[in-house]
């Protein structure tokens, strides 16, 4: 079973900076995919950044520029390190972690961690 917790949430003003830590309790960053979704009140939860098995890195229009993606494979860690955060931001963010099988994927979310900026 793969556990996600994530951490580094909080609240800042807008322009300011946060990183967010994923830490997975097995070694499991440098053969799958992972990835930091969001999800404000009331809107669906959406893509914010990920990063595949070969370290390939994929961001939303909307943060393109500003966030960034990483790992630390030997700590089972990943990172969202965001910067110039505006206020649309705002939400809790979830990590997620896609476990390539013989036959299927399977698919494991943190709790996620709050993220407020405010203007």
């Known amino acids: 079973q793969v556990q996600l917790v994530e951490s580094g949430g909080g609240s800042v003003q807008a322009g300011g900076s946060l990183r967010l830590s994923c830490a997975a309790n097995?070694?499991?960053?440098?053969?799958?995919?992972m990835g930091w979704y969001r999800q404000a009140p009331g809107k669906q939860r959406e893509l914010v950044a990920d990063?595949?098995?070969?370290?390939?890195?994929n961001y939303a229009d909307s943060v393109k520029g500003r966030f960034t993606i990483s790992r630390n494979t030997a700590m089972n860690t990943v990172y969202l390190q965001m910067n110039s955060l505006k206020q649309d931001d705002t939400g809790t963010y979830y990590c997620?972690?896609?476990?390539?099988?013989?036959?299927?994927?399977?698919?494991?979310w943190g709790r996620g961690t709050q993220v407020t900026v405010s203007s």
């Open positions: 990063i595949t098995a070969a370290g390939s890195t």
């Open positions: 097995r070694s499991i960053l440098g053969r799958n995919a």
């Open positions: 997620k972690a896609v476990i390539s099988g013989s036959i299927n994927n399977s698919a494991y």
